[in-house]
């Protein structure tokens, strides 16, 4: 029933620039702040980003040096995250993530799949 489904992932040329969405279906969009996260081979999964629950306030790790944007839709239950400049070691799966930030069930988490994102000449 609960379903987030990732898109917008593929082969991009370094400097280059992708837009991903996350559409989740199956809870309450606009009380769960979402996430995104990647994970290239060989490492652990990071935080990329992450938005409140109707867009107020924004995090970023470090790497994404101002070249990434989270922003999230909930009339259309979406999450994007425009990345811009684009370097190899961009190179993951994406994965979103929903966390309830209200009561009843208050830090219930969701994932979704995943969609590959590959920077290389």
């Known amino acids: 029933q609960v379903q987030l489904v990732e898109s917008g992932g593929g082969l991009v040329q370094p400097g280059g620039s992708l837009r991903l969405s996350c559409t989740a279906s199956?809870?309450?969009?606009?009380?769960?702040?979402m996430s995104w996260y990647r994970q290239a081979p060989g490492k652990e999964r990071e935080l990329v980003a992450d938005?409140?629950?109707?867009?107020?306030?924004?995090n970023y790790a470090n790497f994404v040096e101002g070249r990434f944007t989270i922003s999230r839709d909930n009339a259309k239950n979406t999450v994007y995250l425009q990345m811009n400049s684009l370097k190899p070691e961009d190179t993951a799966v994406y994965y979103c993530?929903?966390?309830?930030?209200?009561?009843?069930?208050?830090?219930?988490?969701?994932w979704g799949q995943g969609t590959q994102v590959t920077v290389s000449s």
């Open positions: 993530k929903a966390v309830k930030m209200t009561y009843p069930h208050y830090g219930t988490a969701y």
């Open positions: 199956g809870f309450t969009f606009n009380t769960y702040a």
């Open positions: 938005i409140t629950t109707f867009g107020g306030r924004t």
